[in-house]
């Protein structure tokens, strides 16, 4: 699917729950292994918003169409942390989104893109940061949309399954910007295949590690993709699409770098 800005700016919206009946949390409470992965993409939610700023100076902003995206796109992501931390406080899980950005200041930017920084950020410029910011981000939303889907149809509840549908959706339409962002820059440049094969390969890492604890990164992918190889899979052949990087499977081995058996 190619990407729209103009259609996604017409058409972004906080998603919605107001509809949806939360009372039904108090009859049919969510179980403790569920909230602990809602907590963790709560934050993960939350973090994509506190680094807007930061992402504005890097070179990625300055390509057509890439700022005006991240100023809609945070604000998604952001109602979607404002979405689950409803639905945890309905459990006495208070999760303040002013606490999250505290911490998101502490640990730098960076967080979001992981490892990247020690690795080969600083020796990037101009094209080649952008497709690795490009097909990061599409990595880093695959596995958002895969993740909401599996807990939506894993807990099959009233109140919660249709919000993680609704929000999966929003997420369809990042990966849509990210994977024409990134396609662009991989067809234009060998060296940028060669380069974001390597990072992806060797760095890139499931989406809040390096900002949530590795025990809790293990927990949330064990919970939704632990033997599940076949989603793994699903997801490898999407980035195996993109020009130049057949035969990736950096979802599989991420997972088993972490210990989820697939
Ligand atoms: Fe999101
Ligand atoms: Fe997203």
């Given at each position: 699917m ?14 919605k729950?107001e ?6 949390f108090e009859?049919?409470?969510?179980d403790?292994q569920t909230?602990?992965s809602l907590r963790y ?9 506190c680094f807007?700023?930061d992402l504005?100076?890097t070179p990625?902003?300055r390509e057509?169409d ?8 945070n ?5 979607h942390g404002?979405?689950?931390s ?7 899980i208070?999760?303040?989104y002013d ?6 200041e ?8 992981g ?7 600083t ?6 940061f ?11 939303e ?5 993740a ?12 919660l399954s249709?919000?993680?549908k ?5 997420e369809t339409r990042?990966?849509?910007f ?5 396609r662009?820059?991989?067809?234009a440049s060998q ?7 390597m990072?992806?390969s060797r760095v890139?890492k499931p989406?809040g ?5 590795e ?8 919970h ?5 190889g076949?989603e ?5 052949k999407?980035?195996q ?5 057949d ?11 972490l210990?989820?058996?697939a």
């Amino acid at each position: 699917m190619a990407f729209d800005l103009e259609q996604f700016a017409q058409t972004s919206v906080p998603v919605k729950y107001e509809d949806l009946d939360f009372d039904t949390f108090e009859s049919q409470p969510l179980d403790a292994q569920t909230l602990r992965s809602l907590r963790y993409m709560c934050d993960v939610e939350y973090h994509t918003s506190c680094f807007l700023r930061d992402l504005l100076v890097t070179p990625s902003h300055r390509e057509e169409d890439a700022g005006g995206f991240m100023t809609m796109w945070n604000r998604e992501e952001f109602w979607h942390g404002e979405a689950l931390s409803m639905v945890l406080a309905r459990h006495g899980i208070i999760v303040d989104y002013d606490e999250v950005k505290a911490k998101r200041e502490k640990l730098g930017w960076m967080g979001a893109l992981g490892p990247l920084k020690q690795s080969v950020l600083t020796n990037l410029a101009g094209t080649d940061f952008v497709a690795v910011h490009m097909v990061w981000g599409a990595a880093n939303e695959l596995s958002a949309v895969a993740a909401y889907r599996r807990l939506s149809a894993m807990t099959d509840h009233p109140a919660l399954s249709p919000l993680l549908k609704r929000i999966a959706q929003q997420e369809t339409r990042h990966v849509a910007f990210y994977t024409t962002q990134g396609r662009e820059r991989l067809e234009a440049s060998q060296t940028a295949q060669k380069i974001v094969r390597m990072v992806m390969s060797r760095v890139w890492k499931p989406v809040g590690s390096g900002m949530m604890d590795e025990s809790e990164v293990r927990h949330v992918m064990g919970h939704l993709f632990g033997g599940h190889g076949d989603e793994m899979d699903k997801l490898d052949k999407r980035i195996q699409k993109l020009p130049g990087l057949d035969g990736l499977t950096i979802f599989r081995s991420a997972f088993a770098r972490l210990g989820v058996p697939a």
